[in-house]
């Protein structure tokens, strides 16, 4: 068990709709990373965000959003569903901390997989 | 970040030692090796990482070479459970991103 929760789980929904993916990182983590997992394209990231303040941005379509709350916890927001979009999405989180031995670790959360019909 | 070349696929017999390689040729002086794995469809999973001197850790060894243009990944003792696709990743950890750029990775199989 990574720490970070992710729900749904399993999300089914026609083209056209647009659903909320919601993040909650492990306690004291302050960022949170978006990445989709789609067959053809393996683990492309997506967005991050800092404290609440987006602080790198990936390969993420005009369509989606994303952000993080006060209380940490990140929603990612799918709108105009395509049938492309169905995807396993991943939420990462990890400590920001200068001087940690351990820089760059990512603790993964086990994922929403998105069907789009 | 620099790019990673890594086999498609691996096979390792149960109890041996998987070992498995890496090339980076293009690695700057300042980014870090990772290695992540990805059991099925689970979220990927931290194993080790490294600079430039070898590492240890409770699940596995990382050796890198002393030109920094290489690195292989030991699990000593493979078991059924290390079957998973493995990723290499060099990235710089600069202040306030961790993001991370996946490739294919290696498809290793534990065979009994």
């Known amino acids: 068990d990574s720490g970070v929760t992710q729900t749904p789980k399993h999300l089914i929904t026609a083209t056209g709709q647009r659903v909320t993916l919601r993040c909650s990182p492990r306690?004291?983590?302050?960022?949170v990373y978006w990445y989709q997992q789609s067959l053809d394209q393996g683990l492309q990231f997506l967005i991050q965000y800092y404290n609440g303040e987006e602080r790198a941005k990936g390969n993420i379509l005009e369509r989606f959003s994303a952000q993080q709350f006060p209380d940490l916890h990140s929603e990612l927001n799918l709108s105009s569903l395509e049938l492309g979009d169905s995807a396993l999405y991943f939420c990462?989180?990890?400590?920001?901390?200068?001087?940690?031995?351990?820089?760059?670790?990512?603790?993964f959360g086990e994922g929403s997989r998105l069907t789009v019909l | 970040d620099a790019k990673t070349t890594q086999p498609p696929s691996m096979d390792c017999a149960e109890g041996r030692a998987a070992n498995l390689p890496c090339n980076h040729s293009?690695?700057?002086?300042?980014?870090?090796v990772y290695w992540y794995r990805q059991i099925h469809s689970q979220g990927p999973q931290y194993i080790i990482h490294g600079l430039k001197n070898n590492e240890t850790n409770e699940m596995a060894s990382l050796i890198i070479t002393e030109d920094r243009k290489s690195s292989t990944l030991i699990l000593p003792h493979a078991t059924l459970r290390d079957t998973a696709v493995y990723y290499c990743?060099?990235?710089?950890?600069?202040?306030?991103?961790?993001?991370?750029?996946f490739g294919k990775g290696t498809k290793l199989s534990v065979i009994p």
């Open positions: 306690s004291g983590d302050l960022s």
């Open positions: 990743i060099v990235s710089f950890s600069g202040a306030g991103s961790y993001q991370l750029t």
């Open positions: 990462a989180s990890s400590v920001e901390a200068s001087g940690n031995s351990r820089t760059g670790e990512l603790f």
């Open positions: 293009t690695i700057s002086g300042n980014e870090y």
